[in-house]
Every structure is written in structure tokens, then in C-alpha cells.
């Protein structure tokens, strides 16, 4: 990203006695006519900083299971900064450098104009292979756990599920400690030539009259069984887990730059 550039002007800036609230205050309008994209900074547990943006369908993937192909895409700022502001994760506008600069210190969500991503953010235009992990939800490939592409669970994960579901069907209920001709399999929700993975989110027991019953093999109203999946798409938007987990990652962000910025003082100062 900006690096010591970013250090250096808001070291200058101090001296102006312009308090960095003020900056942020005047960025809040788009401007006609730019084309804009959104942008998340913040930080891992281990001080990693970490860009992300919203994406768009860019393809498909020729091997199968095909996975979809995801980019950057453009957005309406006023309805991308509308939608952060409901999930209480606010954003502003970068139209400048300037804008840039107090943003790359403050981390969090931004609607950033292009000529600046295409320059300072060019990884987010990189093409992202994602893999469904539910069915309003997916991650990129490179972030699923290799057992998780197995096409069959592993005697641990089947056990884990069967215990998860108290060893019944969650279709009809039945389980084999009541009855003596009941089978129990561990069957996949997105069936594994669609892409879905083997694991607990995506794996749910039948006996083998239900499992059999199948036709096709994936059937909608299986959704039923999963109790998350009716909130799925309320929770990326309400779930508080999820906006104290960005806010975390936002203040150690705000905590690398506070400390770049001290150190270049201090190196300027000696």
C-alpha cells in the first residue's frame, strides 16, 4: 500500500493542527461521474494488514466441480455507504490523495475512486476462485481446508456429525436405538459434484429410507433441516459476533499505522 509515504504526510499534517476527525468529516460526497469501488482495510490477530473489496461474477472455472470466478466490481458509493452504515460499519469517500492517505491511517470501509485502487489497491482486481459453503455464502478457495474437498467424510467427521445429530434422521426423526432396520448415512446438502464441501456445515444425517428418498439427490427443501440457513443472509448483516470481529480487526489495524507513525516521528525528531 502507501507505506512511509502515508507516514510522512500525516506527520506533516500534525503540524497544521488539523485533527484527523476533521479530515474524515469532509469525506463523505461522491462525485458525479467517478466510477468507485469498495475497500476494506484492517488487520489480522497476527498484525497482518489486509485489503478487501466487493466482488462481482467474473466466469467460471472450466474443471469440475466448477467454482465460480469472482473480481472487483464497481459500486453505487451512496447505496455501498447506505448498507455499511446500517450493519454499523460506516465508510467514507476517497475522491483525492489526500482522502487516501487519511483513509490508509484509519482503516475500515471506504468507496474509493479507480484511478487511485488501480494504483494503490491493485490486488483487488486479481480474479478469486470461490467455493460455496452454503447456500448464500462462499469463501475463496485458497482459505477451505484441503479435507474438505474429500469427496467422502473420514470416520472422525462422520462420528462428529452422527453425535451432532443425537443419531437421527433430522428428516423423519428416527433413530437405530428404536429401531432395529434403520441405517443411518451422513449425507451432503450440495452434493459434492455441485462443488459443496465435506464438512459439518454441509453434511447432515439421514436414514437410508430418507437418504434413498432423494430425487434429485439435492433437494431445496433439505434447507429446513439447516436452522441457519433462513437467518444466513440476516446474520452477515446483523450478527454481532461479526461486527465486534470488524471492529477488532479495524482497531489493530489503526494500531500498526499509530505505531508506524510514532516511529517515523521519533526517527525524524532524532
Request: hydrophobic share 35%; glycine share 4%; net charge negative.
Amino acid at each position: 500500500m502507501l507505506g512511509t509515504t502515508v507516514v510522512t504526510f500525516w506527520s506533516s499534517r500534525v503540524t497544521e493542527k488539523k485533527k484527523l476527525h476533521e479530515f474524515v468529516r469532509e469525506m463523505k460526497n461522491p462525485i458525479d461521474g467517478n466510477t468507485y469501488h469498495a475497500v476494506t482495510l484492517t488487520a489480522n490477530v497476527d498484525g497482518d494488514a489486509i485489503v478487501t473489496t466487493q466482488t462481482g461474477f467474473s466466469g467460471i472455472t472450466d474443471e469440475k466441480p466448477h467454482h465460480e470466478i469472482r473480481a472487483a466490481c464497481q459500486v453505487i458509493p451512496e447505496k455501498m455507504l447506505n448498507l455499511w452504515a446500517e450493519m454499523k460499519m460506516p465508510g467514507v469517500v476517497v475522491n483525492n490523495m489526500t482522502d487516501l492517505y487519511v483513509f490508509s491511517i484509519i482503516g475500515g470501509n471506504a468507496v474509493v475512486v479507480k484511478s487511485l485502487c488501480e494504483r494503490y489497491f491493485p490486488s483487488i482486481f486479481n480474479e478469486i476462485t470461490m467455493v460455496k459453503t452454503g447456500l448464500l455464502s462462499s469463501s475463496p478457495i485458497d482459505q477451505i481446508q484441503h479435507d474438505d474437498f474429500r469427496r467422502s467424510p473420514t470416520p472422525k467427521l462422520r462420528m462428529t456429525i452422527l453425535k451432532r445429530d443425537n443419531y437421527r434422521c433430522r428428516v423423519c426423526g428416527r433413530s437405530s436405538d428404536d429401531n432395529v432396520d434403520i441405517v443411518l448415512h451422513v449425507h451432503h446438502f450440495i452434493p459434492a459434484e455441485r462443488g459443496g464441501l465435506t464438512n459439518e456445515s454441509n453434511l447432515v444425517t439421514l436414514c437410508h429410507t430418507c437418504h434413498n428418498g432423494l430425487n434429485p439427490h439435492f433437494d431445496m427443501q433439505l434447507s429446513n433441516v439447516f436452522q441457519e440457513t433462513f437467518t444466513e443472509f440476516n446474520n452477515i448483516i446483523t450478527n454481532e459476533d461479526n461486527h465486534k470481529d470488524y471492529v477488532d480487526s479495524v482497531v489493530r489495524y489503526r494500531r500498526i499505522m499509530r505505531e508506524r507513525i510514532q516511529v517515523q516521528q521519533t526517527t525524524s525528531e532524532t
